[in-house]
């Protein structure tokens, strides 16, 4: 019996505003994989709290020896100031957290994401508005596919895991994650790339949040 729903955030719940092939060719390290670039800004970036974007940079640039980049410094800026005034949800999202909430469902974030722009996001989006617990990274002192950041929303949502369902974009975070914790899983696929079963095959796949409801129904035999 399904009893709460977690989501990712960056396109899954909103659109991501990083474009992480540009950044690592900015950053000069494209001997790494897309993937081995990500890991590696998350763990550098998005572990801890900050009090200002110059002090999450100054972190960036030591783990990729990129002090005095000055056109990777002006990308960065613009990643956290400008592209984060004009963030949105996506036109599904909100129709859909309401309606599974009418349902008695409880519902929780699991984000891989920086403490400096979550803050911002939080005062526009209104997060705490539609989800019962808020669980970035930068709290949980863990980053998915680490279970340790799903057992510990599981715990504050006082659910087992088979008791939910993790929702995210990303095989590898999200879904391969969400399996090695014990959760359900379905893969937001909005642009319907092809699934690369290598990295882990969700055991649901759906290109809108108008699904939803009908996944949650067929794991509670509805």
């Given at each position: 019996?399904?009893?709460?729903?977690?989501?990712?955030?960056?396109?899954?719940?909103?659109?991501?505003?990083?474009?992480?092939?540009?950044?690592?060719?900015?950053?000069?390290?494209?001997?790494?994989?897309?993937?081995?670039?990500?890991?590696?800004y998350e763990k550098a970036?998005?572990?801890?709290?900050?009090?200002?974007?110059?002090?999450m940079q100054n972190d960036f640039f030591t783990e990729f020896n990129q002090h005095g980049n000055k056109e990777l410094a002006q990308v960065m800026n613009d990643i956290y100031t400008k592209r984060m005034e004009s963030i949105h949800y996506f036109p599904d999202v909100l129709p859909a957290?309401?309606?599974?909430?009418?349902?008695?469902?409880?519902?929780?974030?699991?984000?891989?994401?920086?403490?400096?722009?979550?803050?911002?996001?939080e005062s526009r989006l209104k997060f705490s508005n539609h989800l019962d617990v808020l669980a970035p990274s930068f709290v949980t002192k863990a980053l998915k596919p680490d279970k340790k950041g799903f057992l510990w929303i599981l715990?504050?949502?006082?659910?087992?895991?088979?008791?939910?369902?993790?929702?995210?974009?990303?095989?590898?975070a999200d879904i391969l994650g969400a399996q090695n914790a014990?959760?359900?899983?379905?893969?937001?696929?909005?642009?319907?790339?092809?699934?690369d079963k290598s990295i882990a095959v969700p055991e649901f796949a759906i290109k809108s949040f108008d699904e939803l409801e009908k996944v949650v129904g067929e794991l509670n035999g509805k």
């Open positions: 019996m399904i009893k709460a729903v977690i989501f990712d955030l960056w396109d899954t719940l909103i659109p991501a505003t990083i474009n992480f092939e540009h950044v690592k060719r900015l950053a000069k390290h494209d001997h790494l994989t897309k993937t081995e670039f990500v890991i590696r970036v998005q572990l801890k709290r900050y009090n200002s974007f110059e002090e957290l309401a309606l599974l909430r009418k349902g008695g469902l409880k519902l929780g974030l699991l984000s891989n994401t920086e403490s400096f722009g979550f803050g911002r996001l715990k504050k949502l006082k659910v087992k895991p088979e008791e939910a369902i993790m929702i995210g974009d990303s095989l590898r014990g959760l359900h899983n379905c893969l937001i696929n909005r642009s319907g790339a092809k699934i």
